[in-house]
């Protein structure tokens, strides 16, 4: 991408990031996003189809930047996991008015969203050979199994993200305790510290 359009992008995502703090998605226009980025709305439609998507992309360039560290990171799986699921929580609370709307309960975009984020690595890293799932299931081949596995850690990980959201004041540390009480023993973790 090119430098101009690269910081007109990077204007966008800051202006759909900041005005979806103070209201829905479904109520952000293409000429607000537009104004505040101080770009044209031709501007806007080589980054995005719509606020909403725009949200998400914003979104998504951030958990994209974690999920390359998780794939980098060369210590062992669990360690590498609670590092990046850290880093999520992070982001998830830097952008906290958003995804405590967005989420609602399991049926908002963000759920999908966090969703596709929590299934792409978990395949990645299985992939990869970080991640051998044990769980011989009778007659279900390994690989409808890892993805069967990968879809419940995925939309699991989010609704205990959306509960830990609601709370008054959600703490990393608590999260990342009640979340290694919770996965599966077949998935590498550790209690965290």
Known sequence: MDPR???????????????????PMAELSVTQLAEAAGVHRSTFYEHGDSPASLVEAALTAELDVLREGLL????????ALVTVTRGVLEHVLRHADIYRRELTDGGGALHALLSRHFRGSTEA????????????????????VADAAARFLADGTVGLIDGWL??????????????????????????AA
């Open 125 to 144: 890293l299985i992939a990869r050979g970080r991640i051998e799932l044990d769980v011989p299931v009778a007659g279900i081949p390994p690989a409808d």
């Open 72 to 79: 980098s990171d060369r210590s062992d799986a669990a360690t």
């Open 5 to 23: 359009k690269r910081r007109s992008q990077q204007r966008l995502y800051a202006a759909a990031l900041e005005l979806a703090a103070d209201r």
């Open 166 to 191: 609601r709370h008054p004041r959600p703490q990393v540390d608590q999260f990342l305790a009640l979340y290694a009480a919770l996965l599966p023993d077949w998935w590498p973790h550790r209690p």
